[in-house]
């Protein structure tokens, strides 16, 4: 299998590439380089989020079969923004361009996973953070999950070390609430993930966070441990009310049923890329061998190019296994809250 080696340049060099993406007055010519030295850079990511993803499916046949397993690369828009919000951060040490989740049934087994990560002397790569949004939520938006933040290490292809690779563990309950966000920053057309957007449909969300935290017996959001879990079941379906959630939420799944196949073999599929017409709700995705990451990744920058010029879609490209892992790894890009919703309409009816 052949993958995208480092860039034979100087992390200066990629810092410096970084700053011209997000600088309103270089030039096309300059933007243009920096973008391919930038795409370069995100590409070198692939090996080793392909590797952690193999140790990771190692590591949970100790485990029950119910679980997840995906691993993707960061969208360039979404690097570039982050960039952009986040004046200090480099290109060069940003941690989460090649990102790998497990999605497991419960709280104990996502700290029962961190510690055959953290405490397994036969595992090379150096642990360079933790953060547990689980037992310490973020209070501005709610999220929850546990990060492990790796330096790579492999002595076998050296060229490769020292790049950071994010793990996420998180529960089906926070995964469900996670993607729910994403969603309706698609559907609502606003960026709730990146704590901005409409204040209403925030706190909404993170009263749900805060009422999930309490199904899962740990630390609610700190702005809300006042409240008892009535008391929140209460406040979450004031803002249901207030906002029309539920029906809006109720008539998004639609999108989930038109998924149009453009290329690829349904049986030796490896990589996907997902397409999301933002105008239309569509889906349609390509699909590539495990050999064919080289020409996934030249096409993911085609389609991200076209998101520059003006076409209303967002691109990612991810590896989930088949189509159906595919729609529970990524349900946000699939428009699907159905399980979400559920959950959302048991909360609310105990209260009325």
């Known amino acids: 299998m052949r993958f995208t080696p480092v860039p034979l340049v100087s992390k200066t060099q990629i810092n410096k590439a970084g700053k011209s993406l997000t600088n309103p007055e270089a030039g096309v010519d300059e933007k243009a380089r920096a973008l391919s030295l930038a795409e370069q850079w995100r590409a070198c990511h692939a090996y080793p989020i392909n590797t952690f993803q193999s140790t990771l499916r190692d590591k949970l046949n100790s485990f029950s079969d119910d679980y997840l397993v995906a691993q993707r690369l960061k969208r360039m828009p979404t690097i570039i923004d982050k960039l952009t919000r986040e004046h200090s951060m480099q290109l060069s040490s940003m941690q989460d361009i090649g990102g790998v989740r497990a999605v497991l049934g419960d709280v104990e087994d996502v700290y029962k996973l961190a510690d055959l990560y953290k405490n397994k002397s036969r595992f090379d790569h150096k642990l360079i953070n933790e953060k547990d949004y689980i037992m310490n939520p973020r209070n501005e938006d709610g999220y929850r999950s546990l990060h492990l933040i790796y330096e790579y290490q492999n002595r076998k292809f050296p060229n490769y070390d020292g790049l950071k690779l994010e793990l996420q563990i998180r529960t089906k309950l926070q995964h469900t609430w996670a993607t729910a966000v994403e969603t309706m920053d698609t559907f609502l057309g606003e960026r709730l993930k990146y704590r901005k957007g409409d204040p209403k449909w925030q706190e909404f969300f993170t009263l749900i966070s805060s009422a999930f935290a309490y199904q899962e017996n740990k630390p609610p959001i700190p702005r809300f441990n006042h409240m008892s ?103 946000n890009f699939f428009l699907d809250i159905t399980e979400f919703v559920k959950i959302i309409q048991g909360i609310v009816s105990s209260v009325r």
């Open 229 to 331: 879990v009535e008391e929140t079941y209460k406040e979450i379906s004031a803002f249901e009310t207030s906002l029309g959630a539920l029906d809006k939420m109720a008539g998004l799944s639609f999108a989930a049923d038109h998924i149009v196949k453009t290329k690829g073999s349904s049986k030796s599929y490896y990589y996907h890329i997902i397409i999301l017409n933002l105008d239309t709700k569509r889906i349609s995705y390509q699909s590539y061998d495990r050999d064919s990451s080289e020409i996934a990744l030249a096409d993911l920058s085609k389609f991200e190019k076209e998101e520059v010029d003006g076409k209303n879609t967002e691109t990612v490209l991810v590896s989930a296994g088949p189509l159906e892992s595919l729609r529970r790894a990524y349900p």
